[in-house]
């Protein structure tokens, strides 16, 4: 677990702001500018508005916005974690690798011309979407449907379910299934062993203005199908981990049902190792803040018994004083009544007066503690 931290105060992440780009700024904290942007908004700090740096870069005059004061119980630092790392996604064993590579090569897969013995999920989605409407040019899937995540347009929708049907037995002989969800957040997944990573096969939609008519406010747009299509997994996995496969001019989506089902187990399995490294991290966490809460409980405990023991040292300060002060006043007495003294109400109140006086004094309680007398607590004074 990484103790590598920076605390920043309001003050320094004002003047890192107005002399550094955020962009620039975030990379220092491991954060996005967006992110970094949010911590500026929550601690009340000011940012450079818009095309402050282009007018800084042409030498014109800025204006720095003031830093205002903290409210009272309002955050004025913010601590870093200097040595966090995103999660890989890409710490695959080098089993998974070789059997990747096994698969590449011994994997065919061969996108039929018609649909003769569709996948029973691709024959849903025909049904549904053979009924569909069009809206902004992709057909649109009813809201409780469970169906394949398909959007594209009525031209190109028995493409769309032909490259489906060559991929759906790709990734089966991969161990790799198709799961769907009336959830649009999650609408189609390959999943493997409990875990699942979203994707949607999608169709390019041009727009263009119409020709605005008189009197009308709102400028129309029609929506035209270009057929060019792609498979696109929306979660970013690393640098070496492909998310888009689409036409191009030198290949055809039909080319590349392999390479996508390959890619499709290859997400999965690193979204597991990313779950598994994200359990670990919180595991470690966990133990961290139990750590500094015993820390902390150990320390309040430590502090509580220092202000007891200080307590009780001002208190037996204060029971000397009355002690010392009965006393001299008891001898006062005894010179003052002469011979009175020594009989009568006077003596037994002098002998009563000079417990009370010993039983004060904290020094004679400790003397009676080491005769087996029990010590007289604080406000048990008679």
Known sequence: MSENYDIVTREE????????PMVELAKKYRLSDVGLAKLYK???IPRPPVGHWAKVQAGKRVRRK???????????AMRFNLDWQPPSRQNLAPEFGEWLEESKRILTAVVPKTLEFPHPLVADALKVFGRAKSNQ????RGYQSIVLDLRVSESSLDRALRIMDALLGACESLGVTIE????RANGMSATKDGVGVRFWLHEKIERRKLPKKRNDFFTDHEYL???IMCVRIPIQFGKDTRRVWADGTKQRLEDCVVAIAIGLARAVESERVCLIERAERERQWALKREEERRIAEER???RREEEERRADLIDECDRWHQAKRIREYLEAVKDNSAGDCAVGPTKEWLEWSTRFADELDPLSDQQSRTEGTPRMGRGNHP
């Open 66 to 76: 003031r830093l205002p004061k903290a409210k009272e119980g309002a955050p004025t």
């Open 300 to 302: 309040a405990r430590i």
């Open 225 to 227: 199908p270009t057929g």
């Open 180 to 183: 769907l969800s009336t959830d």
């Open 13 to 20: 992440l004002y003047e890192q702001a107005w002399a550094t």
């Open 42 to 44: 929550e601690l009340k």
């Open 137 to 140: 040019g992709h057909l649109e």
